[in-house]
């Protein structure tokens, strides 16, 4: 459709949804680039242009390069492991298993309930005396460990938390997608003699690469995003240990009011999702065709 | 060709079990809140099949806080979401999908930024800009950032895109406004996406926390996610059977509306073909 | 709600004063009850002026709220926050000086009745910007049961901490499988943790910071000697978990009989007194040296910029919760330190305390007592030295290269206010 009444239909159409993102989304991030160069606005002395001063103070703050180790960490780690075993969970629930009704819901579950809640639960698992985990791991002799009062072991137990999470929430995407795969194609290739395993990664896998591309680019966002977790688990501790990028920028920002180095470090963060924007587009590119 | 069946059905057992073993691993925390949220506090670190179970640990968190008006802001503030996410991308996604127009492909570009930054992540300037506004610590200014999703806008696109255009001409012929095509056609045939979007939609904002946690102060406004938090940071230590009690009190609705519409949940999203 | 539904008079009117009341502590709960039944006390002797309580969560939420209303232009008449924020009040020019309001002999008298104690750190150049109203002490709580078992004597605590030390060896258990089944002794290590460690240092004769708070001494020896030793009880004398211990969970591990010692707050009190399945006793800090114990909890504050009338009212409020007999109904009914000598020596108290000897423990502590650091900037200096005794503690760093990077740390953070 074409022509200016058209036009002008379209851009009222476009106008509300075009607008509240500008608000909350574009404007935000050019304000958050330009407050990075400024100091803090304090009672006694206004906001100043500082230039880079901000950008020094962060690459020389330990508690910077410390929690942007762990968010790579987190992430690198989290995505792929719970990604991996949404598809798992999603062949178990497809193939015809007994009691898969039941299966699909224990593994969804954790999906629905709010991440602030079930990290109370995970904190009494993991308590070093009586918790859950502890009591599991006796037999194998691993007693008394301190999971979240240490160093070494806090960040992967606040990993483990967020791919219980989010695994089965990915697990409904490949659900989806295996089901759309034809039961021809495997009879098909049954008939040819192909085992199950040969199918799976000749055929199925290749086919449900858009669904893991998709899925991968919400697992990333989550990774940075959801940070509810270490609110209620260990306050970004032992010495920042389970700090990350957007924790540290609510602590500058919300704690110290430091204004300045909040922006400073939310830039930062806009700059890693937008290299993993852009290789996610460029890997779409390459493999995957849409409509 | 028995050995084959036997290698068959050997493979089957050990994945049955594979499956059940990862499965009960998941259920675990939830079945630990439960067990010891009906049992009293002294039997928090005991696993005596005979204790006695009580319903004080409920009666005791619900009395705590006033989680009823959580329940009640979170239910407005949810639906207020839905309502307006529904409307504002539907609109949107409809311009982008069948309408033409200068820089359409530069706008859907730039709306797609927001897949990639949720306003959580630019949470001191959204402060600010509600502040500015006059709106901390109201129902809207919790959902201000959120009514305008690249998500929905982006899911709605493309099923839009796939409704073949007899449809719409079909309409057109018939003396259907641009709206009305909209309402009659597009809208209808796109149940399946509004379904399972919405249910998503309904999960991450009863679950979400962080930007209502700053914008919020008072508990005419505090979602139910909030209030578990600051409930459960007690100065005087941690009472377990109560917070888990309080937690399944927070989670219960969605849990048991997800009990009940699994099926439809788990098909919509089949339908949607999200691929 | 009961406010307005228990009094019928109270029907707010044009002419009404209002003020409002941040309080730290989560909404519902025994406390906010106490809180409003004492706001609509107030309301009934004093006609004409409306208590508003806004329930914030804790300290940290309660002051972030405070600081936000603040800046957006809504700042409240008046609050219950942290002794220890009382430079980021005072830099943020946010608060105005008690004594601005002081104009009776009465009112001299009544300023003077607090324990010095809790004073120290609601000073600021001469001037009083802080009313003690919750305040509250580490005490160690021990397990009268456990110490039978172990063949002490179950009604004496250790009085030094070499003595705790020697204690907690005999109290530590472990089972047939070698896990450790009763810790000899507790001291929460993970979030502020520089307030417990305060009772260590002060016990060792070492001051962590000066009045003006803009000195910090965290490589002190006798800081170092102080870490050094708390972490030496899980490191080297065996008797306490290694890694971070849990402040939350700490009172539960003492109820379930999993450390026979522990450091925490008399707040906590009533807590054990209603759960523990055994008799336990408190005694003070025992120090290195001496005793010694942080003093830590919430004042009120009167905020500036406010209409003058509104202040005077809050002021009115401030001294009428602040009474003998209300601070001592308070620390009765809430298990905190009341704040004034006269307190004790109230009736109700008397006999509270007769019945329940461990609860004038923690105000017998007071005279050993120090303010809990209080800084500039507080809450970055804080956190500086919270992570670097928390690398301390899990063993991540050796005790003197960690203190003396705090150090250099907090006096860069300083070197604006001296």
């Known amino acids: ?37 400024y100091s803090s606005p304090k009672p006694r002395r206004p906001s100043r242009f500082v230039g880079f001063d901000n950008y020094e103070a962060m690459l020389a703050d330990p508690i910077f390069w410390k929690s942007l180790w762990n968010n790579l960490l987190y992430a690198g780690v989290s995505v792929p492991v719970s990604i991996a075993l949404a598809l798992a969970m ?125 899925v991968m680019i919400n697992a990333v966002i989550n990774a940075f995003r959801l940070v509810d977790h270490i609110f209620v688990m260990t306050g970004g501790g032992p010495d920042n240990a389970t700090s990350v990028l957007l924790y540290q920028i609510y602590v500058v920002g919300f704690k110290f009011f430091d204004q300045a180095y909040a922006a400073t470090l939310t830039i930062v963060l806009l700059l890693i999702l937008g290299v993993i924007a852009i290789g996610q587009f460029l890997l779409a590119d390459k493999r995957v065709h849409y409509q | 060709m028995s050995m084959v069946n036997n290698k068959g059905m050997a493979s089957k057992v050990v994945e049955t079990i594979a499956a059940w073993m990862l499965g009960l691993l998941w259920m675990l925390p939830l079945l630990f809140a439960i067990w010891t949220a009906i049992h009293p506090s002294a039997y928090v670190a005991k696993f005596d099949l005979l204790a006695p179970i009580t319903a004080q640990n409920f009666i005791t968190a619900w009395e705590s806080a006033p989680f009823a008006r959580y329940f009640l802001n979170t239910m407005l503030l949810v639906t207020g979401i839905l309502l307006a996410q529904f409307v504002l991308c539907t609109l949107a996604a409809f311009a982008f999908a069948r309408f033409e127009f200068k820089g359409r492909d530069t706008l859907f570009m730039l709306v797609l930024v927001q897949l990639m930054v949720a306003p959580d992540v630019l949470l001191l300037e959204n402060y600010i800009t509600i502040r500015r506004l006059g709106l901390v610590d109201t129902l809207p200014a919790i959902a201000l950032p959120y009514l305008a999703s690249a998500f929905g806008i982006f899911l709605l696109r493309q099923t839009f895109k796939a409704i073949p255009k007899d449809f719409e001409e079909a309409a057109r012929i018939e003396g259907c406004s641009t709206l009305g ?95 | 709600m009961a406010v307005a539904a228990g009094f019928a008079s109270t029907t707010a009117s044009a002419a009404d004063v209002e003020v409002r009341m941040y309080f730290p502590v989560a909404v519902g709960g025994p406390v906010t009850k106490i809180i409003d039944d004492y706001a609509a006390g107030f309301e009934k002797e004093n006609p004409g002026i409306k208590i508003k309580p806004i329930y914030a ?141 305060t009772g260590i240092t002060t016990g060792a004769g070492a001051r962590l910071t000066n009045a003006d708070g ?34 939350g969970a700490t009172p539960r591990d003492f109820l379930e009989g999993k450390a026979a010692m522990i ?96 609860a004038i423990v923690a105000r017998d502590q007071l005279k050993f007592a120090v303010s809990e650091l209080t800084t500039h900037e507080n809450q970055r200096v804080a956190k500086v030295f919270n992570d670097a005794l928390q690398s301390i503690m899990t063993g991540a760093r050796p005790a003197e290269a960690a203190l003396k990077d705090a150090q250099r740390e907090g006096e860069r953070i300083l070197k604006d206010f001296k």
């Open chain 3, 263 to 358: 450091w925490h707050t008399t707040g906590n009190l009533t807590n054990i007194k209603t759960n523990a399945k055994f008799g336990f006793g408190v005694s003070y800090l025992p120090g290195i040296r001496q005793n010694g114990a942080p003093t830590g909890g919430g004042n009120f504050y009167i905020f500036k910029g406010v209409p003058k009338v509104k202040q005077e009212a809050a002021f009115k409020f401030i001294k009428w919760m602040t009474t003998p007999a209300r601070a001592a109904e308070w620390s009765v009914k809430t298990g905190y330190v009341a704040t004034s000598a006269a307190a004790y020596d109230t009736p109700e108290m008397k006999a509270y305390t007769a019945s329940f000897p461990q």
């Open chain 1, 90 to 214: 999603a062949l178990f629930v497809n193939g015809k298993l007994r009691g898969q009704g039941v299966l699909r819901l224990a593994y969804f579950t954790p999906t629905v309930l709010p991440m602030i809640a079930v990290a109370n639960i995970w904190l009494f698992f993991y308590n070093p005396q009586y918790g859950l985990v502890d009591q599991l791991l006796k037999p194998f002799g691993v007693i008394g460990v301190n999971w979240l009062g240490s160093q070494g072991t806090a960040l992967w137990c606040l990993i483990v938390v967020g791919i219980w999470k989010e695994a089965g929430f990915f697990m409904i995407f490949y659900l989806a997608a295996l089901q759309q795969i034809s039961t021809e194609l495997r009879e098909c290739a049954a008939i040819e003699g192909a085992t199950r395993w040969t199918f799976f990664w000749r055929v199925s896998f290749p086919l449900l690469m858009p669904t893991t591309l998709f």
């Open chain 3, 214 to 247: 803009n000195k910090v001494a965290f490589d002190d020896p006798k800081v170092i000697e102080s870490v050094q030793g708390w972490y030496n009880l899980s490191k080297v004398d065996g008797v306490q978990p290694s890694g971070l211990i849990s402040w």
């Open chain 3, 57 to 197: 969560g804790d300290y940290q939420q309660t002051v972030a709220k405070v600081l936000t209303a603040i800046k957006g232009g809504d700042t409240p008449e008046t609050a219950i926050l942290l002794a220890a924020d009382l430079f980021l009040l005072t830099d943020e020019d946010a608060v105005v000086p008690m004594d601005d309001f002081v104009k009776t002999a009465d009112d001299t008298a009544w300023m003077n009745t607090f324990y010095p104690a809790f004073m120290e750190n609601a000073k600021l150049k001469g001037k009083t910007y802080a009313i003690p109203f919750q305040r509250s002490t580490p005490v160690l709580y021990w397990n009268k049961d456990a110490f039978k078992a172990a063949g002490l004597n179950p009604e004496k605590g250790p009085a030094t901490w070499a003595e705790m030390r020697d204690m907690a060896k005999k109290l530590t258990k472990k089972d047939a499988s070698g896990a450790t089944t009763q810790w000899g002794v507790q001291i929460p290590s993970d979030g502020n943790t520089a307030w417990l460690f």
């Open chain 2, 181 to 275: 095509v909209l309402w009659r056609v597009y809208v209808p045939l796109g149940k399946p996406i509004y379904l399972a979007y919405g249910l998503v939609l309904v999960s991450f904002h009863w679950n979400n926390f962080l930007w209502p946690l700053i914008i919020t102060n008072s508990v005419t406004t505090r979602p139910l996610t909030v209030g578990l938090a600051i409930f459960a940071s007690v100065d005087q230590g941690i009472d377990w059977s109560i917070i888990c009690a309080a937690t399944l009190m927070t989670s219960g609705p969605l849990l048991i509306a997800f009990l009940l519409f699994q099926r439809q949940f788990v098909q919509s999203f089949m339908q949607a073909g999200i691929k």
């Open chain 1, 1 to 37: 459709m074409t022509g200016t009444r058209n036009t002008v239909h379209a851009w009222l159409l476009v106008l509300p949804a075009c607008v509240l993102l500008a608000a909350f989304t574009h404007i935000p991030i050019i304000a958050t680039f330009i407050h990075s160069f």
